[in-house]
Structure formats: structure tokens, C-alpha cells
């Protein structure tokens, strides 16, 4: 799937921010993420799974040429991703933003009245799963992260904080 094909989003651990191709059909992405620390891109594409980029922040720009997608096969079922993280703000000297730390093997519970699903997230911090269409509300651990709606063919983003690291 082309670059210019798919909708890209950047996440700092604060905000999640669409990103947009260039002339060249390349992501480039300008983040606001501080030197050290972790931030997360998100490709998407209608009808396919995403592509979920952590990256270690060294101050630069990253640039994506190319990316591969996989199809959903089953189009009545829509993708749920994010991260389980932990934030860091602050700074007098000088603003610290981004993710602290991204965490493996974190089970996140997906519910409704019908259903309970269950996924880990893997060595990087990611969660990915395919679900029926539809409103579920999410867990991880002991803390509520919200409700979101799936739709078919469709990747919601949904990050799950844990925890924040305030930096003076």
C-alpha cells in the first residue's frame, strides 16, 4: 500500500497527532518527543492491520519511505492497537516529553455485555486485536481506560497509561 494511502499518526506519550505524506510519497515526522525518550508511530490503512513503530527518541526527524500492510480477511471485524506506557513532563531547565517506559507482556481486557477478549502486549508494548464490530469498554490491571467503538475495516488507537513520571 502506498505511503500516501494510508493515515499515520505520531503519540508522544501526551498527544496523538496525524502526520501527513510529502510530495514524495514519504512520512516525514517532525515529533516532540526529548532525546532519551520513547515515542510511537501508528500506520493504518483501510481494510488492513496497522503497523506500530516505537521508536527511541535521539532529536532528529524520522523518515518512512515505505511500509507494508496486511489485509484484514475478514472485513466484518474492525482492529484495536495502542501501547500500555508511562509519560514523562516537565522540566524546568528544559521540557522532557515522552514515554518513559512501554510495557511487555501487559494483559488488556476488551468487554462488552456479550464478550470478553483478552491481549497481551508484546516484547515492544504493543497491543493488536482483531474484534466484531461494536462499543466495549477497556481494562489493564486494575485501571478503567475508557470505552471506544469498533468499526469494520477500521484501526481504532487506543494507548493506556500507566502511571506518569514528573521530571522538576
Known amino acids: ?70 489485509m484484514i480477511k475478514d472485513k466484518r471485524k474492525g482492529i484495536l492497537t495502542g501501547v500500555v506506557y508511562t509519560p514523562v513532563v516537565g522540566g524546568k531547565l528544559r521540557e522532557h516529553r515522552g514515554i518513559k517506559r512501554l510495557f511487555s507482556d501487559e494483559e488488556v481486557r476488551i468487554f462488552n455485555n456479550k464478550h470478553l477478549y483478552t491481549v497481551k502486549t508484546d516484547k515492544r508494548g504493543v497491543f493488536t486485536i482483531l474484534l466484531p464490530e461494536g462499543e466495549y469498554s477497556i481494562t489493564s490491571g486494575s485501571k478503567q481506560a475508557g470505552k471506544i467503538r469498533i468499526k469494520s475495516g477500521r484501526t481504532t488507537i487506543k494507548n493506556i497509561q500507566k502511571g506518569l513520571v514528573l521530571i522538576d
Not at 498527544?15 to 525518550?37: A, M, Q, T, W
Open 1 to 70: 500500500m502506498p505511503i500516501n494511502q494510508t493515515v499515520a499518526y505520531v503519540f508522544d506519550g501526551i498527544e496523538l497527532k496525524k502526520i501527513f505524506p510529502d510530495n514524495d510519497n514519504r512520512l516525514i515526522i517532525h515529533h516532540n518527543v526529548s532525546e532519551g525518550y520513547h515515542g510511537v508511530v501508528f500506520i493504518t490503512g483501510e481494510g488492513h492491520f496497522p503497523v506500530v513503530v516505537p521508536f527511541k527518541s535521539t532529536g532528529g526527524v524520522l523518515e518512512i519511505k515505505s511500509i507494508k500492510l496486511q
